[in-house]
């Protein structure tokens, strides 16, 4: 299926879910991730935070539980057409951007190019680790600029089950998925 197509119908299945659904759907993701992960202390985590209009995975409870287990936070911002990574603590001040992204007020790039996970935010991601987010390609310029180690993790309330069928050269997999029913690993036993 071409990524329009999916990114239509995924828009759409998202749309359907109801808060308590999209809630409990995202604490099942979140679980799964510390149950697989098992992430620790001093590690460095890249996550977004969701944009309500859009029902984005409910990262909030990642973040809390990150910055309660001394695990680093950097959050991804848009300043021009660059997306930045700022660390984040408790006392962040945040304010809301014009596409409805809360986003911390400062624009003081950490620098950082090692993160243990980037946990990214989609709207489908096929058996092959090839994910469909909104189209702008700030992710895979992200990719492009950390380092090989990272562990490129998809979030998503639904299992895949079909092929995305217009990948580009420079589009970078993920090399997992986190759905609220299991992860899947796009290693193939390289992990």
Known sequence: MLKAELRKKYTQKRKALST???FLLSEKVFENFIQYFKPKESEKVH???PIPARKEIGTQIFIQYF???NIHVYVPKIVGDELINIEIFE??????????????VSNMDSGEKYF????TPLLYCDKEGNRVGYGKGFYDGLFQ???????????????????????????????????????????????
């Open 20 to 22: 308590d659904e999209a």
């Open 47 to 49: 996550i977004f935070i």
């Open 67 to 69: 910055l309660a287990k």
């Open 91 to 104: 006392d962040t001040v945040f304010e809301t951007n014009h596409w409805g992204i809360s986003e911390p």
């Open 116 to 119: 243990h996970y980037v946990i």
């Open 145 to 191: 600029t950390i380092s090989g180690e990272t562990k490129k993790i998809g979030v998503n309330y639904f299992d895949p089950d079909e092929y995305v069928d217009d990948t580009w050269e420079n589009d970078i997999p993920l090399d997992y998925l986190v759905t609220p029913t299991e992860v899947l690993s796009f290693l193939s036993g390289l992990e």
